[in-house]
């Protein structure tokens, strides 16, 4: 039997594949695919994660996979060892262990009946940090990747540090973690699910304090990082990200490092661009079906000469913490990403920021709350998490202001920063912020950088700096595009905390800037959409029925006695019945984040997870906390685990850590 070129096929769903690996341990594989493909063999999409094909992704792989598998493809998504319907169990994330468990279940795929012996590779976040790093080992049937949301440094780009500042993240998503992977398999899918389930919660380990024993770019953050050597990505790479997400910096660093890449970075935050917000969403399944048809099938869709870097180039808007649209123009470089753009240079100074400079003496002390209008650090459960009005955080900053715009200007790339300081601690951190100042005075984040001091030359060997003597520091901005409106003026604010995204210096310290320069990105002005995207398309969405409804909370407080100002965050993910199987799923996260504004080692953290899952009249439920403090030398971490089944408390585990600070 032939297919025309684009007919439709009629696929079947797999729900529970096992994939046997070399060790013994079953993987458990949720497999689309044509019902023909045996007879008439089919390339292979690998999705490889740990959250939860049965009741953790499914909304996303209910849109995505099955709209593949109807245009000529497998589509499998595997729990990765030790989480979901797998057995086994995880120690880590992007571990040698599951990154070779990654090459089995490729190579296993390769040699299938159904399959045509090519496989392809794509995921976000996670999936899109496995899909580089698989990539890079080069299984020969690896042919082409699609990477979205993901980074090519594990330690200057993930979430655990930032510019050798320890991020806040590496608590939250630490007990996120805790939470995932500590529950049960579905019963229906294991017989044996509750000795899976006491053996994964017996051996959880909490993440924080593994990341936390490594506070240097040292071997455990290079192993996993494709950017210790891109010549061994041979596999095709479709890079994804989006300006409201974390991952800003990988697209154009893959861009203009890996022959052939491709790049497109959209207004989105942490979502697939087919149903990502905010729009303008693309056809990204149209556009992924050109790449894998290309790559996996050499079919002629003409990829390789599409323009080698697309972007949303963002119109100036007004500061929000939520958007449902940012509008602007898609521009396109033909000849890599951004480091061929000329730049332009500003001069900080104490009359503010201009082409000609002058004398600065700047003294920088910020109170240790200054951060609150940052937004969550990796945008990702559409609730109010985007940066607010930077005019409070502006106003515990030192702020250097351009003069009105005489015209448009487009930056698109990386900022950088030149700084000479002096600092009156032998530790301490700084924060700059690049601000759209709007004519009333409203102060959009444009983009940021932070450093901790200590790593100015590097963050495998961080030195104390010497009160005192002056420094000079290279600080590089993630990347962006977007336009400053004609009469707008720019603004440049640099401060000593911003937390809640970082976790403070042991002192308050106090900078004095002598000298500073903007290297500005510019490019000329785009008038129009300079590529179009067909628009979004998607399979049918995910049955369920509704328990209960999801609902996101952002609360600042501020206690009048003590003076304490807290950040309360409340995800409840709702709870629901898939309409398919009947296994009943739901989540709530919560986390509080606390610190005096005069008293840096008054910061605290804390997070609780609850996680139900329901089969019949099995009830399963998990409970987990975690918090985070510090005093001048050690950080200090405890975390409850706590197993019902139902309603009966069957397991406990608590775990108690003291790690020292590293220049941190």
Known sequence: ?????????????????????????????????????????????????????????????????PWFARR????????????????????????????????????????????????????????????????????????????????????????HYKGGCLLNENLGWGATMWSYSSRAPDPALRENWREI????????????????????????????SVCEGFSAIKARVLAVGGWGDAYKNAVPQLVENVPGAKGIVGPWVHKYPHFAVPEPRIGFLQEALRWWDRWLKQKATNVENDPDYRAWLMDGVRPATWYTERPGRWIAERGAATSHLPRRTLHLSDTGLSDHGGGLSATIRSPHHCGMAA?????????????GDQRADDALSACSDTGPLAEDMD??????????????????????????????????????????????DGSDSPTPLAPGAPVEIDLTLDHIAYRVPRGHRLRVAISTAYWPLLWPSPETTALTLTRGALDLPLRETADADEWQFPPPDADAPWQTEELRPEAHLRRQETDLTTGEVHLVIEDDFGKFRDANHGLISGSIARERWSIHPDDPLSARGTCHWTD??????????????????????????????EAYENDKLILDRDVCDSIPRDLL
């Open 1 to 65: 039997m032939t297919h025309a070129p684009n007919a439709l096929r009629e696929i079947e769903e797999l729900p529970d594949v096992g994939i046997t690996l070399s060790d013994g341990c079953r993987l458990s594989a949720r497999v689309w695919r044509p019902i023909d493909a045996v007879t008439n063999p089919v390339p292979a999409i690998l999705e490889y994660l740990p959250y939860r094909k049965r009741d953790g992704t499914c909304a996303r792989d209910a849109l995505t996979h």
């Open 72 to 159: 000529g493809y497998a589509c499998i998504r595997v729990d990765i060892r030790g989480n979901g319907d797998s057995e086994g169990l995880m120690s880590d994330e992007y571990t040698p262990q599951e990154l070779a468990d990654a090459v089995e279940v490729i190579n296993w795929l390769a040699a299938q009946d159904w399959c045509s012996g090519s496989v392809g590779m794509m995921g976000i976040s996670w999936g899109g940090f496995n899909s580089l790093q698989v990539a890079a080992l080069q299984p020969d049937p690896l042919k082409a990747i699609i990477t979205l949301c993901s980074t090519v440094d594990r330690f200057a780009d993930d979430i």
């Open 197 to 224: 389930w006491l053996d994964r919660l017996k051996n959880e380990p909490f993440l924080p304090s593994v990341w936390l024993r490594h506070q240097r770019r040292d071997d455990y953050w290079r192993q996993g």
């Open 375 to 387: 937004g969550e650090y990796c945008a990702i459960w559409l609730g109010p998490e985007l940066p």
């Open 411 to 456: 930056i698109v790339g990386a900022p950088s920063l030149r700084l000479t300081l002096t600092a009156d601690k032998p530790q301490a951190q700084i924060a700059v912020r690049l601000n759209h100042i709007h004519p009333d005075g409203a102060s959009t984040r444009i983009t940021y950088g932070v450093l901790n001091l200590c790593h100015r």
């Open 612 to 641: 139900e899952l329901e089969r019949g009249d099995i009830r399963l439920r998990t409970e987990t906390t975690c918090e985070m403090s510090s005093d001048a030398s050690h950080f200090h971490l405890r975390a409850r685990l």
